[in-house]
């Protein structure tokens, strides 16, 4: 009889050579590189590259995958369509959902590969989820689509995408090294989804729109979101000692805190906090970082006290970069997926390389057997 494990934790479902996570250290590699140097010395494209490949790319290689990537930005004409006339007030989650399974038909794998496309050299899932965040957020301000431009980097073709101007190169590269972060992160639940559904042989297409759908859930993307929340609630720098000390206190949970398998500081958090300090010094405005500052210092402090190793994550710091950047909260969850697009990729890949399909059991705990009761007689 296999073990019962609730929400399979700790159970190990397929061997893999794309993410490793070092909890107690506070470690993250991706196919063997820590995400500090990543950050430091890639580009997203560089990354997506590694994801995809295993291995990074040669100046030569790049040149022609980055033009592949940025030649697939554009939406064809239906999807822009699909994107204007989608319900107004529905999450962009729910149309990133339809339009990933919708672009599927605009690819030409379906005759050259049946269900196995060539994903890897089409990239159009990668490149196009950005413009399709940034025209769902355009038409929401009644503005026109706005065609991507090749020249610029992932990143930073984003924001002038939502801004309809070019961003300053600063601002262009801590939306690119913001979408390496949040790259690939190991079998969490979106990426577990996407494999499972790889794994049935169905299209990376429907892999990545189901990944979606489990993204958009309140327990996996949108950490970001409520720490934002926290942070105008606190409203000042004064007020956040109090608060912290009131909801600990009140056996709240503290947003942004924690995780589930780093036992330190995520390092993420850290070149987060690094790109807020920056962009608040740009902008003279310290607001968010002094806010945060006070929260994580008076929560370490209580969290000392008790000898609990919780820390900062990733999304501690994260919400405040984009909404300096200028960024509306309600775009967050979105540009998780416009990063993780990548590691879901390449765990779509490596499920197809040695596949089985997952099949767990379930522990049956219902009825005996029943004797059916007709109708005229219950
Ligand atoms: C991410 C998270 C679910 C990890 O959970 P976990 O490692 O299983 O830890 P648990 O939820 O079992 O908590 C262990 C203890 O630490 C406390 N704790 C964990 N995270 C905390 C937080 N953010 N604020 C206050 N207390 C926290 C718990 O209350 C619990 O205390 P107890 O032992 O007195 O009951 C949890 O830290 C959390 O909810 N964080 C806030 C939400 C968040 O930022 N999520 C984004 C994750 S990337």
Redesign the pocket.
């Known amino acids: 009889m296999a073990e019962f494990a609730k929400g399979l934790e700790g159970v190990v479902a397929a061997e893999s050579k794309i993410c490793r996570i070092d909890g107690e250290a506070g470690q993250l590699y991706y196919m063997g590189y820590t995400i500090t140097d990543l950050v430091e010395h890639c580009t997203f494209e560089e990354v997506t590259y590694l994801l995809l490949y295993g291995e990074l790319p040669t100046r030569e290689q790049l040149s022609v995958f980055s033009a592949k990537m940025r030649n697939a930005r554009d939406l064809p004409e239906p999807v822009i369509h699909m994107i204007r006339d989608f319900p107004k007030d529905a999450h962009p989650m729910e149309l990133l959902q339809s339009v990933v399974s919708y672009l599927s038909s605009y690819v030409e794998h379906r005759i050259h590969h049946g269900p196995h496309c060539n994903c890897r050299d089409t990239l159009h899932q990668i490149a196009e989820i950005a413009t399709v965040v940034a025209t769902y957020q355009r038409f929401q301000e009644g503005k026109e689509y706005l065609p991507p431009r090749k020249d610029l980097s992932h990143g930073a073709n984003f924001l002038y995408m939502l801004r309809g101007e070019e961003p300053d190169p600063f601002e262009g590269e801590v939306m690119d090294k913001a979408l390496i972060l949040h790259a690939e992160h190991s079998f969490n639940a979106s990426t577990f989804t996407a494999r499972v559904v790889a794994s049935t042989m169905s299209t990376c297409y429907c892999s990545i729109s189901a990944a979606v759908g489990s993204l958009y859930g309140s327990l996996h993307g949108g ?1 970001n979101e ?1 720490v934002m929340e926290m942070v105008d609630s606190i409203g000042s720098k004064d007020a956040a000692r109090d608060w912290v000390h009131t909801a ?1 206190d009140k ?10 398998v780093y036992r330190a500081k995520d390092p993420r958090s850290f070149v987060m906090e690094e790109y807020l300090k920056d962009l608040s010094e740009k902008k003279s405005d310290w607001k968010y970082y002094e806010i945060l500052k006070e929260v994580e210092t008076t929560f370490r402090e209580r969290m000392e006290e008790k000898g ?1 190793p ?1 820390y900062p ?3 501690f710091f994260s919400g405040a970069v984009y909404r300096v950047l200028g960024i509306p909260t309600k775009l967050f969850t979105p540009i998780f997926a416009m990063a993780r697009v990548s590691g879901w990729l390449s765990h779509i890949l490596e499920q197809r390389v040695d596949n089985r399909i997952y099949r767990p059991k379930a522990q049956y705990v219902g009825h005996e057997q029943r004797r059916l009761v007709p109708m005229e007689e219950r």
């Open positions: 950490a409520k600990l056996k709240q949970k503290v947003m942004g805190m924690g995780h589930r609990k919780i994550n990733v999304d």
